[in-house]
């Protein structure tokens, strides 16, 4: 077992093709076996081997529908490893089968790995010996500038650059915050910082390390200072991105010390980055997703019903999450009545529109999203910012209702949903922002008119009659 763990999280292992072929097909059939009883366990689907490869975000949302909340987030922790170990052992069976280390990252393409993995596990070794980190590679350097004093400059000039044709290409070309945005990327970007790092003189992968950190603070600081995106976000895509890099310049530095791979083969790498952030645009999937909050109302459902086709203002927000620029509701005002009449919900960014689309007095109130501000105010050293994911509305409430359930003995449980579609991957880490967002959004609506409608209960005032459709 210790050569194995070795050869999966170490690079310091050659591997053959029988040996990524025994751990690549072990270790699906493991990950499949767990998921499968996990997810049975807990949700009582069935999981079977096709949805378990299936690539489709659809898919894989409907499975877990129904499943706890913290199972989606569960399942993406759990899968980091096995990525860890497609990879590293992907660059070392490439470069030992005679090709480029560099095409061994098309192991996280779904579904181009399947077919990279099935033509690494059958092509035969070229470079027996490859792979070792105790054995650097002592051909030919990088000539120039590299050799000399700064090559940290020039390996965060170099990570910069392909950062800055991800960013073009990705987010202003096919408006697209996917997977080669936040995973590629910085992965990328990460090998290029290790590999022209290391490239002149083998240096410790603490000081390798460094230097990916370092690219991926002064990227954030050049969206900040350009005011291309707000504190918030890039706070918020910190624990995706950073581990990327920093994995990605491990990566690099193995194939600077271990292989005899050439910058012309990178920037291959490199320049692919802009097809495949078209691919996904043209590919991506975008779930329709439900946020359901509720609370339980001293007072009878005829009492609530007022309080939810409009009400007064809301107190000022003390809640650090709104204080921060997340869009918050102050107050509902309701032009006509039924069917067909228009709700209004002002928040702190814009007013929601809400043309009525049930008024079952005093049951249920839907409603449909035919207009919304923006989900956020930007925290930035600007006047204004507007980076493409608030532009382009990544984040679209569709529809939403209230529901009045009677519990008897003058008490109603409030149901309030929304919703949404989030036009930003990996939908397991993004929505998990989102839901808490409109769960936020949705308890402090709630509370209101709980309170209010407490109050009115408890003064004795009855229903004024509203007419319905």
């Known amino acids: 077992m210790r050569r194995w763990g070795r050869i999966w999280f170490g690079l310091d292992e050659p591997v053959d093709r029988a040996t990524y ?22 949700t009582g689907h069935r ?45 070392r069976r490439a470069y030992a089968a005679g090709l480029s280390p560099w095409l061994g990252t098309l ?56 950062g800055a ?30 590999y022209v ?23 954030g600081g050049v969206l900040l200072v350009f005011a291309l995106e707000g504190i ?3 706070v918020m895509a910190v624990p995706i991105v950073m581990p990327m890099a920093l994995a990605g310049a491990i990566l690099g530095k193995w194939v600077a010390d271990c292989t005899s791979a050439v910058m012309s083969q990178l920037v291959g790498v490199v320049l692919a980055i802009p097809f495949l952030a078209g691919a996904e645009a043209l590919t991506r999937q975008i779930p329709e997703r439900v946020v359901l909050t509720t609370v339980e ?17 809301l107190p000022a927000p003390t809640d650090w999450f709104f204080r921060c620029g997340i869009a918050c509701p102050m107050r509902a005002r309701i032009e006509g009545t039924g069917v067909g009449a228009v709700r209004h919900c002002e928040f702190s960014t814009g007013d929601f529109v809400e043309p009525i689309t049930a008024w079952e007095e005093p049951v249920r109130l839907a409603f449909d999203v035919v207009d919304q501000p923006d989900p956020m105010v930007e925290l930035t050293p600007w006047r204004h910012v507007h980076p493409p994911h608030l532009e382009d509305r990544s984040l679209e409430s569709q529809r939403g209702e209230f529901r009045l359930i009677d519990l008897g003995d003058g008490r109603t449980r409030l149901e309030g949903r929304t919703w949404y579609t989030f036009d930003m991957h990996p939908q397991i880490y993004w929505t998990l922002w989102s839901d808490f967002s409109i769960h936020r959004i949705h308890r402090r609506v709630l509370d209101h008119i709980k309170r209010l409608a407490e109050a009115d209960a408890a003064a004795g005032l009855h229903p004024r009659p509203v007419s319905g459709p």
């Open 232 to 234: 918030i976000c890039l």
């Open 47 to 91: 999981l079977t081997p096709l949805e378990f490869v299936s690539p489709s975000i659809v898919t894989r949302m409907s499975i877990l529908e129904q499943a706890p909340q913290w199972l989606g987030l569960a399942l993406a922790l759990w899968t980091v490893p096995f990525v860890w170990i497609a990879l590293s052992m992907s660059l």
């Open 297 to 313: 109302v001293d007072a009878p459902p005829e009492v609530v019903w007022q309080r939810i086709v409009e009400f007064p203002d």
């Open 21 to 42: 072929a025994a751990s690549g097909l072990g270790l699906a059939v493991f990950k499949y076996a767990v998921e499968a009883l996990v997810i049975g366990v807990t």
């Open 165 to 194: 044709v991800s960013l073009a290409s990705g987010l202003y070309v096919f408006h697209s915050y996917g997977g080669v945005l936040f995973f590629g990327t910085p992965l990328v970007m990460g090998m290029v910082s290790g």
């Open 197 to 219: 790092f290391n490239r002149p003189v083998s240096r410790s992968i603490g000081a390798t390390l460094k230097i990916g950190l370092l690219v991926m603070l002064l990227a």
């Open 107 to 162: 192991v996280l393409l779904a579904p181009v790995n399947f077919v990279v993995m099935a033509i690494l596990a059958f092509l035969p070794d070229a470079r027996p010996t490859a792979g070792s980190a105790t054995d650097p590679v002592k051909g030919d350097r990088l000539p120039g500038p590299l050799g000399s004093t700064q090559p940290g400059m020039f390996a965060v000039m170099a990570s910069l650059a392909v």
